[in-house]
């Protein structure tokens, strides 16, 4: 069994994510069960168990070809499973066609009817629904003032910036207020700024709507800021789920160590539930469940290594010299080797204040400290790089 797939089979308790966070309460609107999808002999995704919570709004983030379009598609019902179940609040619409469940979709590509104007584009899914003509109208003109378009009615797609487009696409998804709201990397044909402009239209305008949403996202900062809980996915199985803080302090797996901000990955051997050595240094930190003897990887965050106020001779302190030091505007990010530690290279974090206090620069040699509640201990067969 490899690791992701342990992570999903030890999700014994369907309310808490893989982390063992405790999910938020609350009633449970969709529910996957041991859902696999196979194109052809390969295998989309396999196995996959997830609840989504209402009023909840979660990504599906991981690395191209993960399989988070499929997830979608297959609770859409664009792309039917091959195996597994899927229930929508109370009802099992494992087998329903696309038009009798209950959602609304944007995709990346804005997918508005080019030839319609804004107006009717919006309107188009509220046309088969036995609404009179003025409630229509007054339906449309609520949904392009929910999202800043009040006044662009008139116009056709392609006389609308990708911005304005994707927010006529939002308000055409929801239109119909339908019970979930499936997101598939509705900004990322953006530029930088609109992007994150956007990011805070769609976590307000879901927040005021109440509505259940899953945005798939391969960006994991969309994910880690809009996000209550995040899915992350690697090849075709769910690695951890967990709120953004759960997922970047604690990673499930180095997969998603990895996948997910800036990680340092050094070598070393477990010698006890609390205990492992890298190079001369005895290291400690969180190892149960981790034969003594056994060779490990642990991992820690640039900004967690501490610099300041270190004693020589504390717990988990060692001697490093500062290789390089890279100015990122509103840090240094430094690379430090040390004797101590089999020579590994660990890049920490510095402000500019601590540069600039201590005179800290390339060829100093200075002691560190890695906080023992900030490492993390993986088996080394999970290490890829
Ligand atoms: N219709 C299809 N036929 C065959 N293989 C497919 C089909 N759709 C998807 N796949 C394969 O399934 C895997 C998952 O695809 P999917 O589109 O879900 O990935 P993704 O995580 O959304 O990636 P991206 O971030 O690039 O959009 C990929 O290896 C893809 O090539
Ligand atoms: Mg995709």
């Known amino acids: 069994m490899t690791i992701a797939e342990s992570a999903v089979t030890s999700e014994t308790d369907p309310g808490r994510g893989a982390s063992g966070a ?27 168990n997830l609840e989504i919570y209402e009023g909840e709004f979660v990504c599906f983030l991981g690395p191209s070809g993960c399989g988070k379009t499929t997830l979608l598609r297959a609770i859409a019902g664009l792309d039917i ?80 910036s990708g911005g304005q487009q994707q927010r006529v696409a939002l308000s055409r998804a929801i239109a119909t207020s339908p019970g979930l709201l499936l997101l598939d990397e509705p900004l990322s044909a953006l530029d930088a700024k609109v992007r994150v402009h956007l990011r805070h239209e769609i976590r307000s305008l879901q927040q005021r709507l109440g509505v259940t949403t899953v945005m798939v996202t391969h960006d994991q900062e969309e994910a880690l800021t809009m996000a209550d809980r995040i899915v992350v996915m690697n090849q075709g199985v769910i690695e951890q789920i967990g709120p953004p803080v759960e997922i970047y302090r604690r990673p499930a797996t180095a997969f998603v160590a990895d996948f997910i901000g800036t990680m340092n990955f050094v070598p070393g051997v477990a010698e006890g539930p609390d205990r492992v050595r890298v190079g001369r240094v005895e290291l400690e930190c969180e190892a149960s469940g981790i034969a003594p003897g056994a060779e490990v990887t642990i991992a820690v965050r640039p900004e967690d290594i501490v610099l300041q106020d270190v004693e020589p001779g504390d717990e988990n302190t060692f001697e490093v010299q500062i290789g390089s030091m890279e ?11 040390g004797e101590a530690i089999a020579d590994a290279r660990l890049r920490a974090d510095m402000s500019i204040n601590l540069v600039r206090r201590h005179g800290l620069e390339e060829g100093r040699r200075l002691h560190v400290k890695l906080p023992r509640e900030r490492i993390r201990v993986y088996p080394q067969s999970t290490i890829n790089g």
């Open 327 to 337: 100015f990122l505007g509103s840090f240094f990010r430094a690379e430090l080797t």
């Open 22 to 48: 405790p999910a938020p309460t609350g009633k449970t609107y969709l529910r996957i069960e041991r859902l696999s999808k196979m194109f052809g002999t390969f295998t989309a995704l396999h196995d996959i």
């Open 81 to 160: 499973q091959t195996s597994g179940r899927i229930e929508q609040d109370g009802q099992d619409i494992s087998a329903l066609p696309p038009a009798e469940r209950d959602f609304g979709i944007v995709f990346q590509s804005y997918a508005l009817f080019p030839n319609l104007t804004v107006a009717k584009n919006v309107a188009y899914g509220l046309e088969n629904r036995k609404l009179s003509r003025a409630d229509i109208r007054a339906r449309v003109a609520e949904l392009l003032a929910l999202v800043g378009l009040g006044d662009q009615s008139d116009k056709y797609p392609a006389q609308l």
